[in-house]
T-cell receptor
Framework: NAGVTQTPKFQVLKTGQSMTLQCAQD?????MSWYRQDPGMGLRLIHYSVGAGITDQGEVPNGYNVSRSTTEDFPLRLLSAAPSQTSVYFC??????????????FGAGSRLTVL | AQTVTQSQPEMSVQEAETVTLSCTYDTSESDYYLFWYKQPPSRQMILVIRQEAYKQQNATENRFSVNFQKAAKSFSLKISDSQLGDAAMYFCAYRSTGTASKLTFGTGTRLQVTL
């Protein structure tokens, strides 16, 4: 299994440009999410989804859009990139339900720089 | 809202020695999950250990163990027989039991392992 696959791994944008970070998982996980990691701030939740057609905002959603048309894919869109969006982005997924602490599985991360 | 606090930005341990990383959290819930993740320089997020709050027994995974003090809302990670490969950022994280519950991270502790 590939697990959680994120592309691209690195991207440089100019202020005002748009782009999409791709995320795909092959584990049939219902829950998918996007986090950003900034120095000294840990990981903060941007958006999440509990299934196809269902998305919701996390702590820091401004400037980002998501959609969930299939169980496997959860792309993150930056509509008009700003330098404040320079960060490392992680996609993560997990199962929903069951009796245990379903673990969040992370992608390898995408480093985005906005000039 | 739940918060997770890691009060040690950096720690250092000698190879083969034992080190304990601290984590406290704030919640009003009685059932929840706690996790420690490791992030090496590759930036991949790797699960180290998990604890379910309803279980009184402390979780153990090989050289890694936790001291879970529910009343004190404390969840420390002990690494025994430290190895050079343990050098990484360590994040403590909390999640409630709901379907859409998010993983809330602390700000991390950078562990250095010296010879």
């Amino acid at each position: 299994n590939a697990g959680v696959t994120q592309t691209p791994k690195f991207q440089v944008l100019k202020t005002g440009q748009s782009m999409t970070l791709q995320c795909a998982q092959d584990m049939n996980h219902e829950y998918m999410s996007w986090y950003r990691q900034d120095p000294g701030m840990g990981l903060r939740l941007i958006h999440y989804s509990v299934g196809a057609g269902i998305t919701d905002q996390g702590e820091v959603p401004n400037g980002y859009n998501v959609s969930r048309s299939t169980t496997e894919d959860f792309p993150l869109r930056l509509l008009s990139a700003a330098p404040s969006q320079t960060s490392v982005y992680f996609c993560a997924s997990r199962l929903v339900g069951g009796s245990g602490a379903n673990v969040l599985t992370f992608g390898a991360g995408s480093r985005l720089t906005v000039l | 809202a739940q918060t997770v606090t890691q009060s040690q930005p950096e720690m250092s341990v000698q190879e083969a020695e034992t080190v304990t990383l601290s984590c406290t959290y704030d919640t009003s819930e009685s059932d929840y999950y706690l996790f420690w993740y490791k992030q090496p320089p590759s930036r991949q997020m790797i699960l180290v250990i998990r604890q379910e709050a309803y279980k009184q027994q402390n979780a153990t995974e090989n050289r890694f163990s936790v001291n879970f003090q529910k009343a004190a809302k404390s969840f420390s990670l002990k690494i025994s027989d430290s190895q050079l490969g343990d050098a990484a950022m360590y994040f403590c994280a909390y999640r409630s039991t709901g379907t859409a519950s998010k993983l809330t991270f602390g700000t991390g502790t950078r562990l250095q392992v010296t010879l």
